[in-house]
């Protein structure tokens, strides 16, 4: 959903027919997972940046990330608990692209 896409949704209390709500979540997921694929290139920019394979997994960071999910959904009214599990997942699923990422490095 771009600007335009976005600007076009029927906002969900408006909504009187199941087309529109589809037409506006595959919208929102497209936004959704590019930014989720942008968030990624971050995850093989610290993959870069570490100087060690043991700093890649950091569970105080992961904590840090979760909390601040849960909080974010808490204030913006999406349920918490599908939040946690949400982030939980998506940044253990980082944790293993940077890995992957680290290990493909150039040694020399």
């Known amino acids: 959903m771009t600007d335009t896409t976005a600007s076009k949704a029927v906002p969900a ?5 199941m087309a ?9 997921d497209t936004l959704i997972v590019s930014l989720l694929a942008e968030r990624m290139r ?7 940046i570490k100087p060690a394979r043991d700093t890649v997994r950091d569970d ?11 909080k ?3 204030d913006r009214g999406f349920p918490p608990k599908l939040a946690y599990r949400l982030y ?11 890995f ?9």
């Open 100 to 108: 992957d990422v680290f290990d493909a490095r150039d040694p020399s």
């Open 42 to 48: 971050y995850i093989e920019a610290a993959a870069r």
């Open 88 to 98: 939980d997942m998506l940044v253990e699923g980082s944790i293993a692209h940077e």
């Open 20 to 28: 529109q709500v589809r037409a506006a979540i595959d919208g929102l």
């Open 13 to 17: 209390a408006e909504c009187t027919d």
């Open 72 to 74: 974010v959904a808490n």
């Open 60 to 70: 105080v960071r992961k904590a840090e990330v979760v909390a601040h999910a849960v």
